[in-house]
């Protein structure tokens, strides 16, 4: 991976109908702390993430509040981006498909696929799920039993003149693209369902559609209709990076979006993009590198909703910010999240279990053992690695694996295994001092030096595990940072700015003499309230 090469991540854009939850706050936590990753590897990377306006559901909303749909939309797009501030997103650039530079390329590009041969008009009659704005087949619309799949509204059956997209013609372009590149979509098990599905055969799509009130992006030519919500939201990643400054990133490395959502963006889009493709000055233009889908979270065991209570809505994120802070929840997002095939569970329990472990009693207190004890025995200066210590041997080479396992799962978007694998640095540190016990080394001044050596390991350990940790718990790794003397590090990261993966996990790099600083518990252990 070359260091200055352009590296573009975009994260689903989110319906304006309501407010974020965890599931868009996840969503682009994931993004975020991979962007994050790819910045501490030098790379020049473009996060996206932003929010979907026209659909129909929003117009619904705004209506029950007496609003127009632009001011509920407004309303609801100033809380997603204040959200992802609040949470510490590092996205490049927040997309509104309302905005005017959205709503033009748009136009422009279903312009030029009227050009291609792949529209034409026609009438299309199917069942309709009004949550998710998308005809299901009829095949499926049975097997659902009729009803949406996501929120069990009954399905309804609809006819629209339309125009159409000729996603049939792509069926054989598509399935050649999985197999020359079973990467384009993660995780496999997804790619299977889409392969399948594909061999099914294709229908073609309405990429129009009429009767929205006005609201959407008017279509080119047709002003009785409106660009589908649908395409209109798909083009965001493109409409976004589709300037001088900005076109090299495209096509994007990842599309992370989660299961819901696969069929646009794993068959629909690439097929759009390759009708495009074939069109003058839209040569650039390809489908991405990879569309990863990641699964659901459920809430204390059952599927998240309003009427249990389970509902995990920003109320209750904020709350877990405020009892733990931000980057503990970041931390159980990452560790224990959906980003395989099956749902996570996200329980208070498990959340408490995980802080306490992992962070109070596992980093937090290795950090404070090792710098409490360079206070103590060394007046707080790092001391030197001078003499050799028989069982210090295995650490440094714990350091060497650890980190290229953490980025081997970094690259595969394995948040939790390459959260794993910072973790193990830190129990390793923890093993070698029940191991080789300093505090009771240091009673024999002849031992001091070997002390001194296992004091220094252990802060490298550390450091490294610090620096590993950075994407998942970017302020309490600079407050750790600040505790090691590695201000420098937080410096080169400032304002979306590269780090040195490479350098920074190179063993040695602590320099003796280094004040090291103890200050409060970076994970204080939480008590839970008595009842
Ligand atoms: N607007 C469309 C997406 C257009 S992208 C070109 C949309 N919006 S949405 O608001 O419904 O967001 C769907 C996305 O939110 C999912 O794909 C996923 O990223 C996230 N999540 C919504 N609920 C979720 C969970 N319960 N768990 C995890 N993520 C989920 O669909």
Known sequence: MSQTQPYYITTPIYYVNDQPHIGHVYSTTVADIVARYRRLCGQDVF?????????AKVVDAAAQ????????????????????????????DFIRTSQDRHKTRVQQYVQALMQSGDVYQGEYEGWYDAGQEEYVPDNK??????????????LVKRAEKNYFFRLSKYQHALLSQLEENPQAVQPDARRNEVVARIREGLNDVPISRTGAGGWGIAFPGDEQHAIYVWIDALFNYLTTVDADDRRRYWPADVHLIAKDILWFHAVIWPAVLMALHQRPGYEWVRPAHQVYAHSFWISE???????????????????????????????????????????????EARFIDVYNSELANGLGNCASRVSNMTGRYFDGKLPAAIVHVPESEPYANAATGCVARYRQAMDKLQLDKAAAAAMELVRAVDSYIEKTQPFKMIKDP???????????????????ASVLLWPI???????????????????????????DLDAWTQWGRLQPDTPIQSGDPLFPRYQPPKA
């Open 65 to 92: 509040r007496g609003l127009s749909a632009q001011q509920w939309a407004d309303r609801n797009a100033e809380i997603f981006e204040q959200t992802f501030i609040r949470f510490g997103m590092s996205n490049n």
């Open 446 to 464: 002849a031992k001091k030096p070997d002390v001194a050596t296992i004091l220094y390991q252990c802060a490298e350990c550390i450091r490294i």
């Open 301 to 347: 065991g059952q599927k998240m909703s309003k009427s249990l209570g389970n509902f995990v809505d920003l109320a209750k994120l904020d709350h877990y910010v405020a009892t733990f802070g931000l980057d503990a929840l970041r931390f159980f997002l990452a560790s224990s999240g959906p980003l395989g095939v099956n749902d996570s569970d996200f329980a």
């Open 47 to 55: 996060f996206l993430t932003g929010v979907d306006e026209h659909a």
């Open 473 to 499: 718990m970017p302020a309490k790794m600079e407050q750790l940072w600040d505790r090691l003397g590695c201000s420098s590090y937080t410096a080169a990261l400032a304002n979306r700015g590269r780090g």
């Open 141 to 154: 619309a049975k097997e659902y039993d009729y009803k949406s799949p996501i929120n069990g509204k009954p």
